[in-house]
Every structure is written in structure tokens, then in C-alpha cells.
């Protein structure tokens, strides 16, 4: 088939498919985000323009926004389906490499398309190339090497024909999955090549589920059977898997407490009798104190990161690890006895080891015991009162009018800490996305846009007014395009949670909050961010009391969906109230401050290395 570069790769994009968990077969690249310029709207722009009745093309308003967009579809799907975005050369494809550190330090799958200076380098220096001036075949796409899984610059068009297996294979591998970047020369997109039509075929892409090395899991049966206080800890890993029936199972079958990380968030049901809450600094005092007794964890799917570990100081100093990943870098982390292979194969064949081993009754209650408490905790502050709402009484509010099948979402400031600690599943898919691997501010509206495409029920995602100010434009896409979602902005006047870690470490009230930042005003101007979210064309509501905002939030959910629109509910939010689990983060104190005496408590019972045996 003869056919331009960017023809025939819109061709093999579309010949893609993808199998869910329940074994339907779906497109593995759904839609694409685009935002066209001159490096990409007449080739890659005309070869999606004569296939849009076979690929959707959004059209986006920031390029980081948009390939954020991507980046939330892709979780909604539970890496099953892959986001596209595509941009211009220089500063559009520029704006993309933040999306493209989303992705990655989330291990999930984005196909980047930035347009790429001219490969002929007749014209050079073109409009929007940055020159290298030691190396002439560097450009600014060169900056998505070091975020992304697999980068390549199509330089002729044959070499697509080796490097689209390639693509597809990252993009589909548990263990490597990430963001791909295939940089588009200009001039190259037009060219065009004989392409064999085999190239062309619909190929289906399975996840591959591998299994352990045998061994490794006889090692890891005899640790947990010797065992006196197991813990169980459930990753995201166990999310993709679509491993969550067979590890609650797991639990059941041998008395073992269970807790989540952030990604793992929503795959145990709240009231499950052996569900001991979220780990880590953002998770809850009940599984941090079943951590610290544990003496062999069994961590599933999760890169275990300084905020489920509280900085690695959650575990007892003798605790031993065992660990199944996809992913041998994450399996052997810590020194853990690593078990690689797919979250729900492995824990299938660790069960066969196992046999019929039951942990003390008593310390399988503990679960139910500890997370009762924190559930007490997490009443009370969740209870109104008069004035301004707290983070964890709005976040009440949205878990009580929460469906099962709706899909709950936020990325930075206080508000991760809030809904991974105090939001109670209720069973069934996973139905939360708090991009807490890279934290990026704003993703939580561009994300929710993607997530809104992509996920059945309705997506309600929180954010504080600092996100909104840092990328709202998406609103507009999602508006403009009819994908109807749910956006809380909580306004407390700042930077509330890195104003918290500041001052709570003795340093002075500086740059976070608007009051101590500088201005040339007596009186300097805010944002009004109703006024603002209506002219982006979302239906506003605002709230004061908690009363009001239960009320607001329910009309905005129903307005969104008969609307096919974001629904923006502005709330003034109490900038001090958290919730706390009691655990400890690493960050640099210098000597002066008061913080320091804290640090230095901690740091010598941070935990570098487990032990072997």
C-alpha cells in the first residue's frame, strides 16, 4: 500500500486492538488529543482527518493538558487502552514532557506524536527549532529521552515497519509499560513508501500474564507460613492485573490483614473484615499501626514510594519483605525476596504452596480492630459544623453521594491526603485516580477530561485553587466536546499544604499563602473562579456550610450529566484542618529550624534494607 508516513501510521494505529479483562475486544488506541501547527496539521493532521470515522480526534487547548487527558484515560481503562496526543514542533511539543513524567512515574502507557524539525534540514533554522550548536541532529523532542519508556525520531518512512512492534509492545508490557515518544520530522510525514499490507492487519494485544520462577515462590511460601504477623499490602499492580478478587481470597483463605497504597486505592471494600485501611503518611493510623507489628509483609504491585512507606520508617526494624511485581526493578527493591511475575498468577500459585496455613485469630482481628478506630476518627471529622468546610467533611459529602460505579479523582496539595485516607469504597471495579506518583498540579482537571471519555460512571474530581490556576483550560475542552464530569475547587486562599509543611517545620509564613506573598496592592485582586469556570462554558455552583455544599454537589452531578458538561462547584474551604495518620516524611530541614529535632528522631530508624532470612 502506498501511503505517506503519517498515513500509514494512522493505519497500523487503528488495526490495534485491545482485550479486556472480561474479554471484550475494544480499540487499543481510542482517541487521540491533538492541538495541530505547522509540523503536524498536513501530514499527521490529514492522515487522522481521513480516518476520524475510525479514530477520534479531540481537540485540545493546552499540549500538557491534553496529553494529561490521555494520561487519565489510560488509568481509567486500567492500562488496557492507550491515550495519543500530538502537537507542533518546539514549544507545543515542549509542553508535553511534563505529561510524559505523569506517565511514567505512574507506569502507564501515552503514545506521544510531537511534529520534529526537517530531517532534509533545507529550511533550517525553521519556525519554532531550537539549534543545538554542537550537534545538529538534537532538537527539543531529545527531551522526552529521559521521560519516556521508548523514544524514536522516524527519519525514513520504512522505519516504521520495525519500530511500531516495538511501540506496541511497551505500551502493552506490564513490567514496561510508559510512555512512548515517536518524534515526526515534518518532511518525513509526507513522504511515502510502498508499506506491506501485512502491517496493516488487525493485531490483537493481550496482557501478557507471566508467571514466577518456581523457586522464588517456594521461598516466599516458606517465609509467610513462618510467619506470626503477616501483612498484606495491595499496589496498583494488583489494579491492572485485575488481581483484587484473588487477593482479598488470598486474605480470607490464610487470616491476613490487608492494606492499599495510593494506586491500590479502592480495590479492597471498606467494611471487608480484614481491611486495615490505606497505608503510609496520606493513609490511615490503623494500617500504619498494623505495619509497625508486621514482621513478613507480602507487597503486591506497588513500587512501594516514601509516602505508602512514611519515608520507610512504617515497618519494624526486623521485618522481612517479599515482594511480586512485573517488574524485577520494582521486585527487588529493599532487598525483598522477589517474586516476578503478573499480581494474579503469582498469588495463584503462592496459594498452592501455602496449603491450608491459618494466621492467630488474633492478630487477623486486629484489622477490624485498629480500623474501627480510625473509622471513629474519620466520623468525627467528617461531622458539619457552622462556617467553612474541611477537606475531609467535603470529601465525606462526595463519598456519601458517590455511586459504585462513579470515579473519584485529585493530584496534589492536601486533598490526596484526605480522600486516600478517608474515602470508603464499596466494592466492585477500582473507582479512584489520585495521581500521587509525580503529584502534578492540574492534572486533575485534564485528567478528569480523559477519565470523563473513557470511564461509565460520573467522574467528580477535587482540587484546591492552586491547581485551577495552574491549568483549567481543558474545562473548555471538555465543555466545547460534551464529556460531563464534576469539578470541586476548594479555594483556601493558596499553596494551604506546603504552607503547612513550612511552618510546621519552624520556618516563617512565606510565598504560599496569598497573605504572604508580595504585592504592589493594599488590596491585591482574587480570582473569582465561578465567574471564571462559566466563561469556560461549565455550569458553576458555589457553597458555604457544609449544608449547602451537600446540596450544591448533588444538583452539579445531576446538571452534568443531562448537560454533557463539567460541572464546576466553587467551595471557600478552611486552610488548617487535615487529617493525620501519624507517620513520618522525609524532606530536608535545615539545622535552624525547629523541624530539625524532629528529623533527626526519625531518620535512624529509617529502614534502607530488609532482611534476607
Sequence with gaps: MRLTTAQALVAWLVAQRSELLDGTEVPLFPHVFAIFGHGNVLGLGTALQERRDDIPVWRGHTEQ??????????????????????????????????AAGVAHANRLPLLLLPGDTFTSRAPDPVLQQVENFGDPTVTVNDAFRSVSRYFDRITRPEQLIATLPQVARVLTDPAETGPVTLALPQDVQVETYDFPDALFEPMLHRIPRPRPDRRSVSEAAARLVAAQRPLLILGGGVRYSGAADSAVKFAERHGIPITETTAGRTLVPHDHPLYAGPLGITGAASANTLAAEADVVLAVGTRLQDFTTASWTVFADDVRLIHINAARFDAVKHGALAVVGDADAALAELALETGEWHVDPAWTARA?????????HIDKLRTPALGAPTYAQIVGMVNDLSGPDDYVMTASGGLPGELIGGWRATGGAPTMDVEYGFSCMGYELSGAWGAAIAHRGLVTTMLGDGSYLMLNSELF?????G????????????????????????????NNFYADCRSNHDMPPRVDFAAHARALGCAVFTAGEPAEFRDAYARARATAVAEKRPAVLVVHTQPSSWTESGAWWEVGVPEHLSGRAAYEQEKPGQLRYTRAH
Design 483 to 510: 464529556h460531563p464530569l464534576v469539578a470541586v475547587v476548594c479555594d483556601n486562599d493558596g499553596y494551604a499544604v506546603i504552607a503547612r509543611l513550612q511552618e510546621g517545620q519552624g520556618a516563617e509564613p512565606f
Design 368 to 376: 477490624a480492630t485498629v480500623r474501627a478506630e480510625w473509622d471513629a
Design 65 to 98: 493538558g491534553m496529553a494529561l487527558a490521555a494520561v487519565g484515560l489510560a488509568k481509567a481503562t486500567h492500562r488496557r487502552q492507550v491515550g495519543i496526543a500530538t502537537s507542533s514542533i518546539g514549544p507545543g511539543a515542549l509542553n508535553m514532557v511534563t
Design 477 to 481: 475542552s471538555a465543555a466545547f466536546a
